[in-house]
């Protein structure tokens, strides 16, 4: 059988996809082709997040059962809008199916380098955002055990895959559960006698905040990246109490604090929700003045988008056109900082490690902080490079 293959959303949803994929490919009859035309299967995961990626969605799944016949959808459209897309051509891989397959059947997959985007460690999640879809779509927590996350890492590098990420809806989530937690699960793996390198996925601000010091302490191995995913989406705490985040802003600061002060080089991510319906310009302000003082290196900014099933599907976001000056103001922002903070390592010579394929005849490689560093030339994947850093972009080095 012949397979074409997207995948859309957030690192879980694509780690997921890419090892159902692999799943299939465990039959030797079956291979993957670059064209849907092509295909007897056209396989799509799938992410609902805002309406208009939703909508998205549902247009592509048509398109490609036009262009190939048979096509099956995995991800969180499957809880959202599964019944109402589900026709001869088009079969959905409900939750449940998936999650049986997630509870043992992942455990014994052959990786193919080619198709891989890490590896989940638990489905759901602990919290019970307002505005969010994804734990709905996704069911309460359930961790995967640390051997089984173990032996597939081991997996992994004896098919010479040397990044390792592991993703989930909330990666200070794992192990609560079943008795563990994020922490104990990096050192088991960075405790593994062989050469990678170790991402972890993104953090919530309040599991991350109790196990902070044990998570720290953890991250201090060579061998894990020193990279947080911790999105905060507001500063202001009236807003936090309204989306039914379960922290405050001075807790999700005290994260990004320790953190920043053990490593100082480390490079963050955030994310910013825009619009909330009791938001104002007074909390934006609280916002802008938070990035200003912290200064991550990506921010990803969304607006309030009111999804169905969720406690605030009938709130009004606020007006558009506000919310684009906003996130100009964001972006603007943004732009002057980066600027400064890669200017800091012009000149520096650091160890890299390839990790995918440039534009334009290049290599993108990552440094110790997991920023990436383009370097122009022909390099294997997950080789080691010395170089030398010459310049930069907006939001990357440039090595030599």
Known sequence: MKIYFESYGCTLQKSESSLYLNKLLQDKNNQVVNNPEDADLSLIGTCVVIKHTEDRMVKRISSLSRKSGKVEVLGCLATVNGNTIESENVRVIKPREFRSFYEGALDDIEISSDIYDGIPINQGCTGSCNFCISHIARGKLLSRPVDKIVKQVNMELDRNIREIRISSLDTAAYGKDIGTDLADLVNSITSINRDFLLRVGMLEPRNTYDILDKLVQAYASPKVFKFLHIPV????????????????????????????????????????????????????????????????????????????????????????????????????????????????????????????????????????????????????????????????????????
């Open 233 to 400: 989406q507001s500063a202001e705490n009236s807003v936090l109490e309204a989306m039914n985040r379960e922290y405050t802003i001075e807790e999700a600061e005290a994260v990004w604090k320790k953190f920043v002060n053990v490593y100082p080089d480390m490079s963050v991510a955030t994310d910013i929700i825009l619009g909330y319906y009791n938001d104002s310009r007074e909390g934006f302000e609280k916002t802008l003045k938070f990035l200003e003082n912290y200064g991550p290196d990506i921010i990803n900014v969304t607006r309030f988008s009111p999804r169905p099933y969720t406690k605030d599907y009938s709130k009004t976001p606020l007006n558009s056109n506000l919310l684009k000056e906003w996130s100009q103001e964001i972006i603007d922002l943004h732009r002057t900082q980066m600027e400064k903070k890669l200017d800091r390592f012009l000149g520096r010579e650091e160890r890299v490690m390839v990790t995918e394929e440039g534009k334009n005849g290049t290599m993108v490689a990552r440094d110790s902080n997991y920023r990436p560093v383009v370097l122009k030339g022909d390099y294997k994947k997950y080789t080691d490079v010395n170089c030398k850093i010459v310049g930069h972009g907006n939001n990357y080095l440039i090595g030599e």
